[in-house]
T-cell receptor, first 113, second 114 residues
C-alpha cells in the first residue's frame, strides 16, 4: 500500500526566511497530494494541494512542487511569519487505492523572532 | 452547512468498556474517513468508506469497527477499550466528484482509556 515519508520532523527558521518540507511516496500511480497545517489542539486545515498533471503550484507565500519521476513533493514557505508556526502534514492519494489518503508523520515548524 | 460534526469532544473510558464515536456530515460527500492521531504524531487511517454500505480497512483497523448505513453518518466503534487506543480521533469527508477534492475534517474526539 501507499507509504508517505516526511522530513524533517522539526524545523526552526528565522522570521522572514524560507522553510522547505519534503515528502516521498511509494505508489508511483499516486495522483493527488494535499498539504495540511495543524495548530495546537485544532483540526488539520488544507493549505495547498497539487495534482499529478501539474509540476508546481503557488498561492501567495506558499508553493508546492512535484517530481513524479523521483516520487517526491515539497512545500515551500517564503517570508515566514510567526503565524506560520504549526505542524505541517503532507499526504498522498494512491491511484491504485482510489480515495485512500495516507499522511506523512508531520513537521513541526517554529518561526524564531 | 455545519460541515463535519464529531461527538463527543472528550471522553474518558475504563479498560474493557465500549463506545461509539459519532461522525456526521451535511455536505452529501460520498467519501468518509476515520483517523487517529497520537500525541506528537501524524494521522493514521483507521477505516474509510466510499459510500453507504461500503467500508474498507485503513492502516490501523485492529480494535475498531465501522458502519455506513447512510451517506451522512460514519460511526466508529471501540468494543474493548485498551490504553493503546488513547488518542485524538478525527473524522473527515470528501467529495470525489469533479476530480480530486480535499478532505474536510471535524474538530476531533479526544479519548483517554484508563
Amino acid at each position: 500500500g501507499e507509504n508517505v515519508e516526511q522530513h524533517p520532523s522539526t524545523l526552526s527558521v528565522q522570521e522572514g526566511d524560507s522553510a522547505v518540507i519534503k515528502c516521498t511516496y511509494s505508489d508511483s500511480a499516486s495522483n493527488y497530494f494535499p498539504w495540511y497545517k495543524q495548530e495546537l489542539g485544532k483540526r488539520p486545515q488544507l493549505i495547498i494541494d497539487i495534482r499529478s498533471n501539474v509540476g508546481e503550484k503557488k498561492d501567495q507565500r506558499i508553493a508546492v512542487t512535484l517530481n513524479k519521476t523521483a516520487k517526491h513533493f515539497s512545500l515551500h514557505i517564503t517570508e515566514t511569519q510567526p503565524e506560520d508556526s504549526a505542524v505541517y502534514f503532507c499526504a498522498a492519494e494512491g491511484y491504485s487505492s482510489a480515495s485512500k489518503i495516507i499522511f506523512g508523520s508531520g513537521t513541526r515548524l517554529s518561526i524564531r523572532p | 452547512n455545519a460541515g463535519v460534526t464529531q461527538t463527543p469532544k472528550f471522553r474518558i473510558l475504563k479498560i474493557g468498556q465500549s463506545m461509539t464515536l459519532q461522525c456526521t456530515q451535511d455536505m452529501n460527500h460520498n467519501y468518509m474517513y476515520w483517523y487517529r492521531q497520537d500525541p506528537g504524531m501524524g494521522l493514521k487511517l483507521i477505516y474509510y468508506s466510499v459510500g453507504a454500505g461500503i467500508t474498507d480497512k485503513g492502516e490501523v483497523p485492529n480494535g475498531y469497527n465501522v458502519s455506513r448505513s447512510t451517506t451522512e453518518d460514519f460511526p466508529l466503534r471501540l468494543e474493548l477499550a485498551a490504553p493503546s487506543q488513547t488518542s485524538v480521533y478525527f473524522c473527515a469527508s470528501r467529495d470525489p466528484g469533479q476530480g480530486d477534492q480535499p478532505q474536510h475534517f471535524g474538530d476531533g474526539t479526544r479519548l483517554s482509556i484508563l
